[in-house]
């Protein structure tokens, strides 16, 4: 299963026994929409809907930082994805966080993990079959694993700014990036990583919603001046929009790791340094 897969290939798959479909859209609350609301009103034949929201470490005081292995492994078992399992993510987010639960599923152990190009917005305007309501759900074994190599930390992004080891890519709009736009959490400074590149997330989508790939998606990562040879860490806001950067590196052969904590964290910590205007 590729990485990033058709509507008509998935409406051939939809009775495969080991395929697996989740929502996994997730809204900010200025957004002002109920994610469960949406998906019960309609989704994907078989798809369940993995909470973004829960599926989190709810103690921290950082927003949507990854759960322990054990919280993870208990609510995939719960929505009856297993170990052997395809599993097949789609959004109706703006934030494409089909990106961000591929990412996690991946930290924790999950290999066959693809997002559906254009999301249900695609599949229902192509005249595709939804339901209504939720799915029934049968538990299946998930094992207990995580994978850290592709998480850092703010110790790590900190050495990594004296060292330049790795390329830093921001997934914020340029306005935040910049600092010309103060961040909207309270006590967080604005501005950005010194020696991070600017690629706004949106960049990697075509106008119909769907991911641009080859020679088109290799260029927005070349002209923001990143090496697509070299390693890469993504970072946003809270760790979610950094997903799509890392998805997109992914797409086109680079393994990027992803700082979780992101602007959350760093912006809001007095003794990281902060960078203002371009890169």
Not at 97 to 104: G, K, L, S, Y
């Amino acid at each position: 299963m590729d990485a990033l897969v058709t509507t008509e290939w998935l409406a051939g798959e939809l009775q495969a026994s080991d395929l697996r479909i989740v929502d996994a859209t997730y809204f900010s609350a200025d957004h002002g929409r109920d994610a469960m609301a949406e998906y019960e009103a309609a989704h994907i034949p078989g798809a369940v809907f993995m909470d973004l929201a829960e599926i989190a470490d709810t103690a921290s005081p950082l927003p949507s930082m990854l759960p322990s292995p054990e919280k993870f492994a208990s609510r995939m078992q719960s929505l009856g994805l297993g170990d052997g399992s395809r599993i097949v993510l789609y959004d109706n987010s703006p934030f494409h966080t089909a990106a961000r639960a591929w990412w996690m599923l991946r930290t924790f152990g999950a290999h066959d993990v693809a997002i559906l190009d254009g999301g249900i917005a695609k599949w229902q305007a192509e005249g595709r079959a939804t339901t209504s309501g939720k799915e029934t759900l049968r538990h299946r074994h998930f094992t207990v694993w995580a994978d850290d190599k592709g998480i850092r930390t703010l110790a790590q992004m900190s050495a990594n700014v004296e060292t330049g080891a790795e390329q830093v890519m921001d997934a914020r709009s340029a306005a935040r990036f910049t600092g010309q736009e103060p961040d909207p959490r309270p006590a967080t400074m604005p501005g950005h990583i010194p020696g991070s590149k600017n690629i706004p997330y949106g960049l990697l989508f075509n106008a119909d919603g769907t991911w641009k790939q080859g020679d088109a998606l290799k260029a927005v990562y070349t002209d923001a001046g990143i090496d697509l040879s070299r390693p890469l860490v993504g970072t946003c806001g809270s760790g979610i929009t950094a997903s799509v950067l890392v998805f997109g590196a992914h797409l086109l052969g680079n393994e990027a790791a992803l700082y979780d904590g992101s602007w959350s964290e760093w912006g809001a910590d007095l003794s990281t340094p902060k960078a203002m205007g371009t890169a």
